[in-house]
């Protein structure tokens, strides 16, 4: 094969899975990061932003160890399903998961405390509940914010390597991406092929960034005038 | 429905810092009631803590038979449950929505219908045509109004108002203070408005409170408050020009003989058994004079000298060292007419019965 497009529709399979699931959980933890005063939320700051600084194989590893078949959970997971979580998509997932979650939390966070606080009280003082006052006014407010989240959710797992190598391994077909095809086809000296990988993954990741930043310019106005 | 407002709570905004209110707003009349003060004296605060966005630490809130706060016992209803209207300074109009999707936000559902209510609310503030408009291509007047509208559009039993004409340009902000006071005149619900101008204080309210240092000193008719201030700093908040310190010397037949500084001034008005005081005189309230004019009826005739002329707008600001700092407004033709200049001498005559007397503590 010229390119290796199975790595490559897995790559693009794991990041909008990712990016999907980031939003679902990314949303709700961002408003208790933006809006809570609880004492323990430097906690979760933390722990949330420790994907950051933290070595891909360090993360990698914690990951392989707490889902593997010795560990409760991957006991339990492979009880439940007859299959190890680890070496697997869903493994693959749980990592990137992981690994992304202060690129859509962060930004996501940032989005909601930027949104003004007359407006979410004004919301307040007309009845609507924090819950309406959430999905009417603050995240439609947000939306840049979240949108630059999710872009960066999907850029970062697309290019995932440390990560997905100690937890998915090299799996064709299963869990070997984009970057570890790339790594692969450079330790065997077929440069050709890595080139034309390589290649395809800049085109698509442009497309998606020049999509997405154009539908940023779009809304950036606050209402499309009459 | 008459449900009574009783208000009284503590809340501190820093450790030696804090905003103390006390005061009762009553339903069931149209009733505007300003609460007026300088920036910085804590209205927004009391404003917030009426409308469930900030807690008090002390004292409770009652509205009707209803708690709304309680100190003692931790009630602290939600501001979504107190059905009230609060307008910020700059009206929280949401930028995303249209004016009509502004208005329907307050509403409980009901989608039918809600257009004509829609554009029955837009009537009350005199809007047509502006539903499927942006917030943001509506000009301030028209933004203060989709606010009230909206305001308006929950039923609620009392409106709180801060600081509503500020943040208009200032051609616009004399016929929207009238506009305003009529709109609050013509809905039969309570308002709260915080202000720190006295025209708009004298123009929109019925009532007056005013704070000054962490506290409300005077509750009253806002003519009472500006003509009869109950102490300095009321005297001081509402603009009484000349605030000086006298000594009661002699009441005879209710005119009282005060001690300013090196002359006498007669007063018709005494306070029992007071002898230290504050005089407190309207500049408006003085009139000046060359000297040798013939004699007028007034009791006050004040012989000094000009020391400073101040313009301001159509009128003149005069100050008259006759004994004590007097000040005096005329206006420019009247300046010309009395040829004034710096330490031209002339007579300040105050009529007894425009001198206000406060009581003075001695320390």
Known sequence: MAVDWPAIALSVRLAIA????????????????????RRGRWAVDAIVA????????????????????????????????????VFSFQGLLVASILYSLPFAVQPFAAAFAAVDRGLIETAWCLGASRLRTFTRIVVPLARPGIVAGMVLSFAHT?????????????????????SVSIYDDVQAFDYARAGRTAAALLLFSFVVLAVSYRSQRKSGRTWPHA | MAARLIASFLRRLAPDLSVRADFELNSGEPDVMVLFGPSGAGKTTILRCLAGLDRPQEGSIRFGDEIWFDAS???????????????????????????????????DSAPSGARDRV?????????????????????????QRVALARALARDPRLILL??????????????????????????NVPSLVVTHDRIDALTLGDRMAVLSGGYIHQVGAVHDVFSRPADVEVAASVGVETVVPGEVRDTRDGLATVRVGAVDLRVAHAIAGARMVFVSIRAEDVTLEVPRSADASARNRLEGRVTSIQPEGPVVRVTVDCGFLLTAVITRPA?????????????????????????????
């Open chain 1, 18 to 37: 990712t990016t999907l699931i980031l939003l679902l959980i990314g949303l709700p933890l961002a408003a208790w990061l933006a809006f809570s005063r």
């Open chain 1, 158 to 178: 697309l290019g995932e390597f440390g990560v997905v190598l100690m937890v998915g391994g090299n799996l064709p077909g299963r869990t070997r991406t984009v």
């Open chain 2, 335 to 363: 300046l010309e007419e009395l040829a004034l200049v710096e330490g031209t001498p002339l007579v300040a005559v105050v009529k007894a019965t425009a001198i206000h007397l406060i009581q003075r503590d001695v320390g």
């Open chain 2, 119 to 143: 554009e029955a609310l837009l009537r009350t503030v005199h809007l047509k045509n502006v539903g499927g408009r942006s917030p943001s291509t509506l000009s301030g007047g028209e933004r």
């Open chain 1, 50 to 85: 420790l994907p950051l600084v933290l070595p891909p194989t360090v993360l990698g590893f914690y990951v392989l160890v707490a889902l593997g078949p010795r560990s409760p959970l991957g006991h339990a997971y492979e009880a439940i399903t007859g299959r190890t979580i």
């Open chain 2, 73 to 107: 016992t931790g009630v602290d209803v939600s501001p979504q449950r107190r059905r009230l209207a609060y307008v910020s300074q700059d009206y929280g109009l949401f930028p995303h929505l249209t004016v009509e999707q502004n208005i329907r936000f307050g509403m």
């Open chain 2, 162 to 187: 801060d600081e509503p004409l500020a943040a208009l340009d200032l051609p616009l902000r004399d016929p929207m203070r009238r506009e305003l006071r009529q709109f609050l005149r013509s809905i």
